[in-house]
């Protein structure tokens, strides 16, 4: 089976820059997702790491160690409408298929 | 363009009711999910669709649970008949043949099951 661990919740101020961490143990690993959900809204894709390193989407930046089962989504410049839900989700071989598994998501909230 | 399409948003039950969903993916998206999520978790995979094909359904409840892309567009999820525990809130997502791993998901629907 696979399973993703994350931080339940996270605050954080206007303006500062917030990491929310993510560790994963899964088999056949193909990449790492994150995905945002403000509350009664659907989940909407942030970005997608497959190799290890760091990659940058404006304010928000994600990155990979495949070696270390581990995974980051940073973000910079906080604002108040970054308040929301934060999955990160494997996406791994499951039997010729592949099954893309969430976490439990990690709720940030952006004081002013 | 339009995103995913979901219908009903909301729908109230009494326990043991069949209850279904549909869904519209965005236009030339092969792939279509369907999840369960919970309060305060995160989506769980219930089926996914390549076209008309379910490739992956080892999680969805068969007993009770069904879902269908007849014609590789629209899809269908049921449920017959429901229990307390389906409530939860159902979310359908596409994603397109050249990029499998960027879901694009619709707004749900709310299930709540009395």
């Known amino acids: 089976g696979q399973s993703l661990e994350q931080p339940s919740e996270v605050t954080a101020v206007e303006g500062a820059i917030v990491q929310i961490n993510c560790t994963y143990q899964?088999?056949?690993?193909?990449?790492l997702s994150w995905y945002q959900q403000h509350d009664g809204g659907a989940p909407t894709f942030l970005s997608y790491n497959a190799l290890d390193g760091l990659e940058e989407t404006g304010r928000f930046s994600s990155f990979l160690s495949r070696s270390d089962s581990y995974g980051y989504l940073l973000l910079q410049e906080l604002q108040m409408k970054d308040s929301a839900s934060y999955f990160c989700?494997?996406?791994?071989?499951?039997?010729?298929?592949?099954?893309?598994?969430f976490g439990r998501g990690t709720s940030l909230i952006v004081h002013p | 363009e339009a995103g995913v399409v979901q219908s009903p948003r909301y729908k109230i039950i009494e326990k043991k009711q069949p209850v279904a969903f549909w869904c519209n993916p965005i236009?030339?998206?092969?792939?279509l999910y369907w999840y369960r999520q919970n309060l305060g978790q995160g989506p769980e995979l219930l089926i996914r669709?390549?076209?008309?094909?379910?490739?992956?359904d080892s999680q969805l409840p068969k007993d009770r649970f069904s879902a269908e892309r007849l014609k590789g567009v629209d899809s269908t999820l049921k449920i017959q008949p429901a229990e307390l525990g389906d409530s939860a809130v159902y979310l359908c997502a596409s994603s397109p043949p050249w990029d499998s791993h960027e879901q694009f998901f619709g707004p749900g629907t709310r299930l709540t099951v009395l």
């Open positions: 236009s030339g998206h092969n792939t």
């Open positions: 669709y390549e076209n008309e094909e379910a490739v992956d």
């Open positions: 899964t088999s056949g690993f193909y990449g």
């Open positions: 989700a494997v996406k791994a071989a499951s039997g010729g298929s592949y099954i893309p598994t």
